[in-house]
């Protein structure tokens, strides 16, 4: 069950002009199930995106960046799940291609306007051909409506489907915003997440598009860890299809604040979602770090945080095991941090109950604390950890989830 | 239950001339259990060590730096379990003192003379003056063969005590190397581990001692992890009695090669059996990693796959979802590795089984691999995974488990 997260109803979702999906049954690893995806872009639309800076990249992922590295338009993605195509050395590149050419010949487009994506198992050769086989269903199965769809067909460990979705009006113009992402496990996202779509019906110029695309990574996707494994597949695309005729091609335009809102907001739901369907979770953790000398060291703290087993074992316990936290400060490899200089606070949703209570200063436990206040809080699903580091002005913030024995119990059985 | 370890007995434990050891209960944190240890030294004893990075590092790791620097000789270790003494401000320091104060009263020597130890839970005061009401018990049954209840006194979440002997002959001399250690969670040392002892009978000169203890941690407590976690106290003191008449004051001695073989074959059978004992552990596992560029790159890559709980929850699972490694290898940090001159072999002790199999090559599955010789070895209890980057000549090797329900079990529980 995901914590406090449910998947939109599909009205809640609004089509994106010039953006059709569709899904199929292709039987990649398993029967009986979607695990194909469409996504159908009006020519002219353009993409941008970030990928996973793991050294054994996926195929796929190898083929985004060449596809995406043309300046051409985009025109559609495919999109499987079951295997990862990972780790699959020429044999797995050959099939990406192979997938993008029998979309491109379908779609009337050329192969380079398509991007492959895949998650599932890795080390395992995709099934090329039956994709190919399935591609025919996928399009015929392509609605302006299938967000939702779409969404639950890009699962694989996920309990839920992920999506979000804005309608924007700024000035004249209306633009849409929609997106779905899909992930439970293998999440330390480095540059993007497994699997994030976001579809807009403005247009932008490509070189905004490019950082808009990782602006929001980094503040979304980029800020989210369940288990601290990067995966080889990691994918997050912006695709702006200009269909509305919203045009935002500076950053003086009049609609660029919405825009970049209305994109980033999109993402952080999709993100915070894939935390929130964490592997085995049963609470969300926010992790703010703030008062650092610089905002990457904020950010070690706030991982080492987020990935320490202790640290997410007493989450899952509801103890204020705080002791566990200033550990993890202390090794996140700060190497002239003064542990007196730190403060620690411990907070919940619930205002009535007392907010947020010091935990921890001038190197010990905070005079005014008590332990029973600290367990009232971790009785919450939502809980937030704040630290000042006392050294400077710089902060940042990661979303993580808790570590129960169903996080082994999934991991443990995910193959069988 | 430990993977293939069990507590020497007690007479294979040989007393170390110089060393007296005693244990009582002083009820720090619970009744009825052997919590304090003290370890006396004859006069002329030294002692060198290797601490915790962790900024937030225990009030005692302070105090042992503190006296280690005066270059006076060490007359007592005092040992407790229950709390930490860790994140404890300046009443923590002040306990840790008053601690070695006592002590060398009792003792008969300078307080500096005194190196104070504690383990247990973080951010909780010592009840120092329960402590030093059990000194004079703990002190009363000092006697040269009580290593074996030392032992058994220094463990908390540990299963089994942990103590490894060595006597040597080295020409005309005989000399004896014996230690105790623990620890079981919060585990991945950077500079020593939770806490480990050795005394040996021979006499080093200062210089060499502490090079020793060094050269030994680094090779021994320094390349094992069960969860990631550095702790606070982290501590490996190496102490030299001279009583045995062996001296050794230079690398040139005759003595040296079996000395230092010696003190690290303990330290090691010490560090491997925290490893065994990992909280929840079924399976030891060694990550050897070589033909990299630094030695550093080639602890990157064996850490980042002994701390991926992917990699650990499928060697829990015997499952031999030989991707997660190389999903690790691939995020370790090696910015411009080449995945496709990276080989992995997965192997287990069983050579009469065929040993070791190639399982990936040139970026994917090896060609000769078949699933059912990795499935094989998963199921042993003892693991090799080797690594080859193909990129150089260093290399480096760490000792990790497997990640289970039972993990999460006792680190949900501890504190109840």
């Known amino acids: 069950m995901p914590v406090n997260y449910a998947t939109p109803a599909p009205e809640a979702l609004?089509?994106?002009?010039?953006?059709?999906?569709?899904?199929?049954?292709?039987?990649?690893?398993?029967?009986?199930?979607?695990?194909?995806?469409v996504i159908e872009f009006a020519p002219?639309?353009?993409?941008?995106?970030?990928?996973?800076?793991?050294?054994?990249?996926?195929?796929?992922?190898?083929?985004?960046?060449?596809?995406?590295?043309?300046?051409?338009?985009?025109?559609?993605?495919?999109?499987?799940?079951?295997?990862?195509?990972?780790?699959?050395?020429?044999?797995?590149?050959?099939?990406?291609?192979?997938?993008?050419?029998?979309?491109?010949?379908l779609l009337d487009c050329a192969p380079r306007e398509v991007l492959p994506f895949s998650t599932g198992v890795i080390l395992e050769h995709l099934p090329v051909e039956r994709l190919i086989a399935g591609l025919p269903a996928a399009q015929a199965d392509l609605a302006a409506d299938h967000w939702h769809a779409a969404a639950h067909a890009i699962m694989t460990t996920d309990t839920v489907a992920k999506a979000a979705s804005r309608r924007v009006t700024s000035g004249n113009f209306q633009f849409t915003v929609t997106g779905i992402s899909k992930g439970a496990g293998m999440i330390r996202p480095n540059m993007a997440t497994m699997l994030g779509?976001?579809?807009?019906?403005?247009?932008?110029?490509?070189?905004?598009?490019?950082?808009?695309?990782?602006?929001?990574?980094?503040?979304?996707?980029?800020c989210i860890t369940v288990d601290g494994d990067t995966s080889t597949n990691d994918s997050f695309v912006v695709i702006a299809t200009g269909a509305s005729g919203c045009m935002v091609d500076s950053e003086a335009s009049p609609h660029w604040p919405a825009l970049r809102d209305a994109v980033i907001g999109v993402a952080q739901e999709l993100a915070q979602a894939i935390v929130r369907d964490g592997e085995g979770a049963t609470k969300f953790i926010t992790v703010k770090v703030g008062a650092g000398a610089t905002a990457a060291e904020c950010r070690q703290v706030a991982y080492a945080i987020g990935h320490s087993p202790l640290v997410k074992t007493a989450f899952f316990a509801s103890d204020p095991n705080l002791g566990r936290i200033l550990a993890a400060i202390g090794y996140a490899g700060i190497?002239?941090?003064?542990?007196?200089?730190?403060?620690?606070?411990?907070?919940?949703?619930?205002?009535?109950?007392?907010?947020?209570?010091?935990?921890?200063?001038?190197?010990?436990?905070?005079?005014?604390y008590r332990e029973e206040d600290g367990a009232r809080i971790m009785q919450d699903a939502e809980?937030?950890?704040?630290?000042?580091?006392?050294?400077?002005?710089?902060?940042?913030?990661?979303?993580?989830?808790?570590?129960?024995?169903?996080?082994?119990?999934?991991n443990a059985d995910y193959r069988s």
């Open 44 to 105: 002219g639309s353009r993409a941008a995106g970030v990928f996973t800076q793991n050294r054994f990249c996926a195929a796929p992922v190898t083929v985004c960046r060449e596809h995406l590295a043309g300046d051409s338009g985009i025109r559609a993605l495919v999109i499987n799940t079951g295997i990862a195509n990972a780790a699959t050395g020429e044999q797995g590149l050959q099939a990406a291609r192979d997938t993008c050419a029998a979309a491109a010949e």
């Open 197 to 222: 779509f976001v579809a807009t019906d403005a247009g932008l110029s490509p070189a905004l598009l490019q950082q808009l695309a990782k602006d929001a990574a980094d503040v979304s996707f980029n």
């Open 383 to 410: 809980i937030t950890v704040r630290i000042d580091l006392g050294r400077g002005q710089a902060q940042a913030t990661v979303w993580t989830c808790d570590f129960s024995y169903d996080y082994v119990k999934i």
């Open 335 to 368: 190497a002239d941090l003064d542990s007196a200089g730190v403060r620690v606070w411990l907070g919940n949703n619930d205002k009535n109950a007392g907010g947020e209570v010091l935990v921890s200063e001038h190197g010990g436990r905070a005079a005014s």
């Open 14 to 37: 609004f089509p994106v002009a010039g953006v059709r999906l569709g899904t199929a049954e292709a039987g990649i690893r398993k029967l009986n199930r979607r695990d194909l995806t």
